[in-house]
């Protein structure tokens, strides 16, 4: 179940509104992601903004023995949708959820900690999703319980292109063709064949690291200027 702290739409007074952090629904976001939202510790998530091609907002990545491996939900009616996000479908003709719970126990079976999430994660890849953002959000709660990190969460129906000063705008801030490499490294299921992968999805840290990815995190985000 989801655990929201509140829904922006229709709400009177929005111009008074004080966003901290505005973000895209992601599957399972990059690391730096997560150090970005420790940061701030509340993030409101845009589900009216039009879904944007080759981003994050249907892909995240997994260390595998051959590097960054893309992990990718495919779309109804395919990538080159100019919809809001709230609107944006799952292909319901596929098995991704299938494939990617298979391809995640394959690269993190023998991680340290995967079997003390796997059973809490698994639910995720069974139960059916027909629209996008659900799922995206659906993980990001649920990694957030698993870690402890106390962060809040809520979405807006109301598309604003800009955002004022003091708000972290990273809607477009994570690019899945530049993952932050000045992240510390840290333990990797592939790292002696493959080097240490850096920015890849919440999982491989949450796999790698357990418990303590949330004091990475909180050591990272002290590091933000």
């Known amino acids: ?16 509104i004080s966003f901290r952090m505005i973000s895209s629904t992601i599957p399972f976001p990059p690391v730096s992601w997560w150090v970005y939202a420790c940061r701030q510790g509340q993030v409101v998530f845009d589900l009216a903004e039009h879904y944007g091609k080759m981003s994050y907002r249907n892909r995240y990545y997994l260390a595998s023995a051959q590097g960054r491996q893309l992990m990718s939900i495919p779309l109804h009616q395919g990538r080159n949708q100019r919809i809001p996000v709230a609107a944006v479908q799952t292909d319901p003709n596929t098995k991704w959820q299938d494939n990617h719970w298979k391809t995640i126990v394959s690269l993190y079976g023998r991680s340290p900690f995967f079997p003390y999430f796997d059973y809490l994660l698994q639910p995720l890849f069974r139960k059916e999703y027909p629209l996008l953002h659900d799922f995206n959000l659906e993980g990001i709660a649920l990694v957030n319980r698993l870690l402890d990190l106390g962060l809040s969460f809520s979405v807006t129906h109301e598309y604003r292109q800009v955002y004022p000063s003091g708000t ?4 477009e801030a994570f690019c ?6 000045s992240l510390p490294a840290y333990y990797q299921v592939f790292a002696e064949r493959s080097g240490f992968q850096a920015d890849c999805s919440i999982l491989d840290l949450l796999f790698c690291e357990g418990k303590q990815a949330a004091a990475y ?6 590091k933000i200027g």
């Not at 989801?2 to 111009?15: I, M, P, V």
């Not at 899945?176 to 490499?181: E, V």
């Open 168 to 171: 972290a705008d990273l809607r």
């Open 217 to 222: 995190l909180a050591e990272a985000a002290k």
């Open 176 to 181: 899945p063709g530049r993952p932050d490499l």
């Open 1 to 16: 179940m989801l655990y929201f702290c509140a829904s922006f739409a229709g709400s009177q007074g929005r111009n008074h």
